[in-house]
Every structure is written in structure tokens, then in C-alpha cells.
């Protein structure tokens, strides 16, 4: 809904792709511009004062990216990393401010999806605390297949997102396949019981 109420006001735009890896906006950037992803992942992670990185959100097609930072004009939070080929849609701040104000309908789109961000964020920070490292990896194995499942994660990519170890990582996955939760398939994976890998506690 968001990207629809958004392509129907844009009058000025232009398209920008990056290959894997490429970073978008750093950690500490001011910005500049409002971006919408037509294709491919991106990662946002950031630095912890102990030099850890962590994954904080994995954003897909049709997402927003760096709207908080944009619309309160604050320094990113975090870094934005393109996961493989991503093409996104950028919309400046000039023309951010014109569809704002002739259509108040994208403004309450932006807080509703504000809010919705803000509530996962808080549910992520209570369940990273409170989980075991093996079952946080279960779950990010049971996320990151089931809403991309295009996409072949590395382990340091499971690991940044569940905030562990790539050891970890590997560990909890031979443990998986194992059990038969999981089945490996050459770099990728395939989960072959979900409810049993949902309720998994080493």
C-alpha cells in the first residue's frame, strides 16, 4: 500500500543500482534523499561501541529505506548494505516536501509505518536478549528462508542477523541437519521440518 500511495504522487525520480556489497549510505551520513527498493535486498546493520556488527533489518522489494533518519533529519543509524543486485527507486528531499504536502495521505502512511517498524523493533531487542544463541539461529534460519527464499545467506550474514558467532552458526546447523530440521543443499539450505526448528533448543 505505502509504495502504491508513493508512485502515484512521484513526479520526479531516478533509478540507482548496486552490486553486493556495495554500501548505500554509511552510519553517521545526513540524508539526502528518500529511497524505495524495486529490486534485490538490502541490509541495514550497525557498529556497537565494541566494534560487533550486527544486522538490524533486512529490507526487500518494494520497502523504504532510511525514511526515520530522512523525516526527523538526523544522521543514519546504522550502515545500508546491498545483499545482491539491488535497484532502488530515489526521490529527493525537494521533491519528498511536495508530495507531503498535496498528499496527506502519504503522511499518514509514513507514521503508520513508523509505528509498525517501531513495534518489531522492540520485539527483536526483547527476543535477542532473552533467547539462547542456537535458538535465536533457528528462527533467523525459519525468517530469512521463508521471506527470501531466493536468497543464499552466508553464515556470517546468520550470524550478524541473529547476533552470534559464524562458529555458532556452523555448530547449530550441523546440529540441525542432524535432527533432519534442516537439509543442506551445496552453500544453500532447505528447511525440512518448520515446527519441530521452531520449538529447536540446544
Known amino acids: 500500500m505505502f509504495s502504491n500511495t508513493m508512485s502515484k504522487l512521484i513526479q520526479k525520480k531516478h533509478e540507482k543500482s548496486y552490486k553486493k556489497g556495495e554500501i548505500i549510505y554509511h552510519e553517521g551520513d545526513f540524508p539526502e ?8 535486498l538490502v541490509g541495514l546493520s550497525y557498529i556497537s561501541e ?6 538490524f533489518r533486512i529490507s526487500g522489494k518494494n520497502d523504504i529505506l532510511g525514511h526515520a533518519s530522512f523525516f526527523i533529519n538526523e544522521a ?3 550502515t545500508s548494505i546491498a ?16 508530495i507531503s504536502q498535496e498528499g496527506p495521505k502519504f503522511l499518514l502512511e509514513v507514521i503508520y509505518k513508523l509505528s509498525s517498524e517501531l513495534g518489531v523493533a522492540e520485539l527483536r531487542v526483547v527476543g535477542l536478549s532473552e533467547k539462547s544463541a542456537p535458538k535465536r539461529v ?3 534460519l525459519i525468517f530469512l528462508k521463508l521471506k527470501y527464499s531466493g536468497q543464499v545467506w552466508t553464515r556470517k550474514e546468520i550470524a550478524n ?33 518448520l515446527e519441530q526448528l521452531y520449538l529447536f533448543e540446544e
Open 33 to 40: 534523499y528518500l529511497y524505495f527498493v524495486k529490486s534485490g
Open 50 to 55: 565494541l566494534g560487533k556488527e550486527t544486522f
Open 76 to 78: 543514519y543509524s546504522g
Open 83 to 98: 545483499l545482491n543486485q539491488v535497484t532502488l527507486i530515489v526521490i529527493s528531499k525537494d521533491e519528498c516536501i511536495r
Open 138 to 140: 533457528a528462527e533467523s
Open 161 to 193: 542477523f541473529s547476533d552470534t558467532t559464524s562458529e555458532t552458526v556452523t555448530r547449530v546447523m550441523k546440529t540441525l541437519v542432524s535432527l533432519d530440521l534442516i537439509q543442506k543443499v551445496g552453500r544453500n539450505y532447505i528447511i525440512t521440518d
